[in-house]
T-cell receptor, first 114, second 112 residues
Framework: NAGVTQTPKFRVLKTGQSMTLLCAQD?????MYWYRQDPGMGLRLIHY???????AKGEVPDGYNVSRLKKQNFLLGLESAAPSQTSVYFC?????????????FGAGTRLSVL | QKEVEQDPGPLSVPEGAIVSLNCTYS??????FMWYRQYSRKGPELLMY????GNKEDGRFTAQVDKSSKYISLFIRDSQPSDSATYLC????????????FGGGTRVLVKP
């Protein structure tokens, strides 16, 4: 029972480098989300998707892009990394609909941008 | 001002004590309220889920929602060292996308 799997778990980038974070879920969930977590800030929504082929902006989308080409995968891209993007990134998914919108989270990706 | 406010703690209690956590919010459209528990270097996991106002109990955990005061609480009875974690409140208006708004989290330490 894998649930939500994030890769990689850790990454160090230099300013200006690019990278892609992968999120995979095996629960056949419709909705997927990318959050970032910074000390004292809780989780802030970056982008989300309500189904295969759809994406939408969250609270802090600048500097990030996403794609949902397959229902089970949600990719988060950083085209030109900046030190301000040093954070812990979490992916989550839920089954969609308004009744009991429980989001299930992955273990996170720790990213440092030097 | 943040949409959801939560005291960051840390909140340190002796084993067996009652832990009391709370969040205040400003958006009156919120109607789904959740508490997540997050252990160090792990992802959040859902602890309690409440719709609209009222109380909900699950074992040692009780969640309360007072929409008139825009205030939610989580109580942990007979606290254990394994309850040491960060507790995040989260809320949703139930609109399309099920977007959650989180509090900053309260770190709880239960000392044996």
């Amino acid at each position: 029972n894998a649930g939500v799997t994030q890769t990689p778990k850790f990454r160090v980038l230099k300013t200006g480098q690019s990278m892609t974070l992968l999120c995979a879920q095996d629960m056949n969930h419709e909705y997927m989300y990318w959050y970032r977590q910074d000390p004292g800030m809780g989780l802030r929504l970056i982008h989300y998707s309500v189904g295969e082929g759809t994406t939408a902006k969250g609270e802090v989308p600048d500097g990030y892009n996403v794609s949902r080409l397959k229902k089970q995968n949600f990719l988060l891209g950083l085209e030109s990394a900046a030190p301000s993007q040093t954070s812990v990134y979490f992916c989550a998914s839920d089954s969609g609909g308004l009744a009991k919108n429980i989001q299930y989270f992955g273990a996170g990706t720790r990213l440092s941008v030097l | 001002q943040k949409e959801v406010e939560q005291d960051p703690g840390p909140l340190s209690v002796p084993e067996g004590a009652i832990v009391s956590l709370n969040c205040t919010y400003s958006n009156s459209a919120f109607q789904y309220f959740m508490w997540y528990r997050q252990y160090s270097r792990k992802g959040p996991e859902l602890l309690m889920y409440t719709y609209s106002s009222g109380n909900k109990e699950d074992g040692r955990f009780t969640a309360q929602v007072d929409k008139s005061s825009k205030y939610i609480s989580l109580f942990i009875r007979d606290s254990q060292p394994s309850d040491s974690a960060t507790y995040l409140c989260a809320m949703s208006a139930g609109a399309a996308g099920n977007k959650l708004t989180f509090g900053g989290g309260t770190r709880v330490l239960v000392k044996p």
